[in-house]
């Protein structure tokens, strides 16, 4: 993950929204904690989902999240504005790997990856033909 030198520009990535730290999500040292940056990443991640699932033919896609892997590269703070991409790193036969970065003040302060498994009604499902070439068309893109 911070081996991709993409990852590092919020440019790369297709997917990017605007969240806005509170009060509460610092620790004592005045940055923002690591629970606050985790429920940051799966806030970006739900609106990521959401907009695939406003796409015609993908409103009734189920996924669940068989890893996630925080990178901390610097401190965030409050009370700045935090943007957080995501993009889609791999796409494999029932599964794939979403790569998201988060951005303060234009340097990026962390990396995260997330693998989702799509969920059929007895378990991991192949990821419908639909739905697959929509996460083709979000990967990250080239520098």
Known sequence: ????????????????????????????????NNVAVARFYEEARVRFHF?????????????????????????GNWPDPLEVGVGVVHVGGSSYRLGLGMFQRGA?????????????EGGSAPLPPLLRSALEGLRLRAE
């Open 51 to 75: 907009s695939l699932h406003e796409r015609p033919g993908l409103e009734r896609f189920r996924v669940f999240i068989a890893h996630i892997a925080i990178d901390y590269l610097a401190e």
């Open 108 to 120: 990026c302060i962390g990396l995260c990856d997330s693998v989702l498994v799509h969920l059929g």
């Open 1 to 32: 993950m911070k081996d991709d030198p993409r990852r590092r520009h919020v440019a790369a990535y297709p997917f990017r929204i605007e969240l806005v730290p509170r009060f509460g999500d610092m620790d004592l040292n005045r940055h923002l």
